[in-house]
């Protein structure tokens, strides 16, 4: 397994959550102040850090949306998409 360097790899997950929070896609919360029902319906979420080949690298989080089907309608959960 190839590592990337770590200042690419924290400067890719840094914009990653940076696009989060300006999208209001997600916000950080303490975990401590959150209840046990609260706890079991936070989605978790994968930090990938991929290397492209022009030595960029590109930081995704995808979300395990799966859970929230118990309690959040279809509708509700969809992200829109532009189409050109």
Avoid at 5 to 12: G, N, S
Avoid at 34 to 43: D, F, I, K, V, W
Avoid at 54 to 60: L, N, P, V
């Amino acid at each position: 397994v190839c590592f990337p360097p770590l200042d690419k790899a924290k400067l890719a997950t840094k914009k990653e959550f940076e696009q989060f929070q300006k999208l209001e896609a997600m916000s950080p919360v303490d975990g401590n102040q959150l209840s046990y029902n609260e706890r079991r319906r936070a989605l978790g979420a994968l930090l990938f850090l991929t290397e492209k080949r022009d030595g960029r690298i590109k930081a995704r989080c995808p979300v395990n949306g799966a859970p929230q089907r118990e309690y959040i309608k279809r509708q509700d959960a969809a992200s829109p998409t532009i189409a050109n």
